[in-house]
């Protein structure tokens, strides 16, 4: 993704790939902090397998980028997601195309 406005087919992959509870569970998660798989299994109490698969879809949507350490990969928000945030009165992201907003509380109540 660039920096500017997405393209209709763009977007669309972007909203695809987040019309998924799992997958808005776990970019919400990121959105918090970076995480490793294991983190994030144990955060949203599903399978090792079942959040990877989920995992590849945020990432092949440019949402999110893995970072090997050692044997274990951990994920975080992607720069250029990290880039269209806003901070506001709420956490939004802007993609030009759309905007998306999240809950200041269910961020919150992560970062505990």
């Known amino acids: 993704m660039s920096k500017s406005m997405l393209t209709?087919?763009?977007c669309?992959?972007?909203?695809?790939?987040m019309?998924?509870?799992?997958?808005?569970?776990?970019?919400?998660?990121?959105?918090?902090?970076?995480?490793?798989v294991s983190d994030l299994v144990k955060e949203i109490q599903r399978g090792q397998p079942h959040v990877s698969h989920h995992l590849r879809i945020l990432r092949a949507a440019g949402l999110v980028e893995g970072l090997r350490e050692g044997k274990?990969?951990?994920y975080r928000v992607s720069?250029?997601?990290?880039?269209?945030l806003k901070h506001g009165r709420r956490p939004v992201l802007d993609f030009g195309c759309?905007?998306?907003?999240?809950a200041e509380a269910m961020l919150?109540?992560?970062s505990r």
């Open 8 to 10: 209709e087919q763009q």
């Open 12 to 17: 669309a992959g972007v909203l695809r790939a």
């Open 19 to 36: 019309g998924d509870e799992t997958r808005l569970r776990i970019l919400e998660s990121l959105l918090v902090q970076e995480k490793c």
């Open 72 to 74: 274990r990969i951990c």
């Open 79 to 84: 720069p250029t997601i990290q880039r269209a």
């Open 98 to 102: 759309c905007q998306i907003s999240f």
């Open 108 to 110: 919150s109540a992560q």
